[in-house]
């Protein structure tokens, strides 16, 4: 294996598995339920930038990050053989550019385009009516499948890339207890992926499972404004190279200030300020910095 491809494979991995993937999984108010056939349309912009750091046997100093991300939503809860189901859609589009020092010279990617998109259907089992009706104090508990597709932007022969090539299939499994204005949430995942059988110049990239697991703290003050306080964990995600296991099993911690107020009765606007850092056994890591803001509208 050349160093290139050493390279190639700590960039992607260390980056868009657990700043896109992993940051995009804390979500808080994720079973929270609303009444069936509501729908709900958003748009979020989320700006990252951090550091990224490398084995010094790779001759990269100084690299940076930054992107920016457009992700259009569409959310809608219905009921089926009497069960709340939910329903959603994300669209990501990324502006995303890299640069540093590469054996002491100046260097940088940018690409732009659209990332994978991905699908949810969720189903909460207990404590929740189709109604979508709960009680002040009240225990929710959910599950949820979700799908990455590889419809986004990609090329074999970039060493960058906005997409991963292979679909990521996430079980999700939560809990939320409602008490008066506070809620506690907890939600546990594991991503599975499928191979990449054109990662970088024809070679073939597997990926083990990765485990997260992520917590809240939600405050709501009045209708429509709240706050919640968050963090994650994961682990997992070891790698292989042609059949070459990298040895590198990962994990990631984030954090999470979020609060939301409301514009209008029908739209919504939600902040969050997100931290995470990334560590594989290479020496590689990754610390990046997220703020965001997103518009929704309900019907």
């Not at 906005?162 to 939600?187: A, D, M």
């Not at 990239?205 to 809240?216: I, M, N, T, V």
Request: aromatic share 12%; charged share 20%; glycine share 10%.
């Amino acid at each position: 294996m050349t160093r290139s491809i050493h390279l190639i494979y700590l960039i992607t991995l260390a980056f868009f598995m657990h700043s896109t993937l992993f940051a995009q999984d804390l979500e808080p108010r994720r079973w929270t339920p609303l009444p069936s056939g509501t729908t709900i349309l958003g748009l979020t912009y989320a700006h990252t930038s951090g550091d990224i750091g490398f084995d010094p046997v790779l001759e990269i100093e100084d690299a940076e990050v930054e992107r920016d991300l457009l992700v259009m939503s569409y959310t809608h809860f219905f009921t089926f053989s009497e069960q709340q189901m939910r329903f959603d859609a994300l669209l990501p589009l990324a502006n995303a550019k890299w640069d540093g020092l590469l054996r002491g010279e100046q260097a940088d990617r940018q690409r732009t385009g659209m990332s994978d998109p991905r699908f949810r259907l969720s189903v909460n089992l207990l404590g929740a009516p189709a109604s979508g009706l709960v009680k002040a104090d009240n225990t929710i508990v959910g599950a949820a499948i979700a799908v990455t597709v590889p419809w986004g932007k990609y090329h074999e022969d970039k060493l960058l890339n906005l997409g991963n090539n292979h679909y990521t299939i996430r079980p999700q499994i939560g809990v939320v207890h409602t008490r008066g204005p506070w809620s506690y949430e907890l939600t546990g995942s594991v991503f599975f992926f499928t191979d990449n059988d054109r990662f970088f110049n024809g070679n073939k990239l597997e990926q083990d499972p990765f485990y997260a697991a992520q917590a809240h703290i939600i405050r709501v003050f009045d209708p429509g404004v709240w706050g919640s306080l968050s963090a994650g964990y994961g682990e997992g995600g070891t790698t292989k190279v042609n059949g070459i296991s990298k040895k590198d099993r990962r994990d990631g911690f984030i954090t999470a200030l979020s609060f939301g107020v409301p514009l209008t009765a029908a739209q919504g606007l939600k902040f969050s300020y997100i931290w995470s850092k990334t560590k594989i056994p290479t020496e590689t890591r990754s610390e990046l910095n997220t703020v965001t803001i997103g518009w929704s509208i309900r019907f």
